[in-house]
């Protein structure tokens, strides 16, 4: 079985300020992770993925995410926020054992909250 | 159709009384994933399609949930005597493969009273 952590439910940050979410994961198999947002009212969106390869994945809107297998984190940043980023922001895992494959497992979220 | 699709929107229900929620997955997806999300939480599994079967339905929660895919595309999510705490927003999703990205529908927010 695989679960989430997300260690901080919400973050505040100013406009043009970096910042970084944090995610760690727990897993006996290998796994597939995925960050995606939530802006208010709408559906997920999917931000980036990371199946293989290169550890450093960028995604959607200026996004990045580094796997790191020795860490178990999956941590997503962005170097400069716009106010409209604000959003809930969701990290998740895909097991690849043949039991759970296709069971994305999802963290509590952390919002993101950018102001002026 | 252009996303995933789900119906309705938004259903408001009396304690005990039996629901469906309706699925439109992306056509050609083969797998279909339902998940209930409650205020503050991540969303949460409950079940998974691989074409008309079941994969893994390790999520629902009880007797009361039950979930079907006759012909390998749309699918419905059934829930029997509603209690209040089946009050949530039920997502679902559908990939290509079960290997392959997720894309969500905009959720149904039941509300039981």
Redesign the interface.
Known sequence: AQS?T?LDSQVPVFEEAPVELRCNYSSSVSV?L?W?VQYPN?????LL?YLSGSTLVKGINGFEAEFNKSQTSFHLRKPSVHISDTAEY?CAVKGLDG???????????TKLSVKP | GAGVSQTPSNKVTEKGKYVELRCDPISGHTALYWYRQSLGQGPEFLIYFQGTGAADDSGLPNDRFFAVRPEGSVSTLKIQRTERGDSAVYLCASSWTGDTEAFFGQGTRLTVV
């Open positions: 989430v997300q597939y995925f995606y709408q559906g997920l969106q999917l993925k969701f039991g759970s494959q296709g069971n994305l497992i999802f963290g509590k979220g």
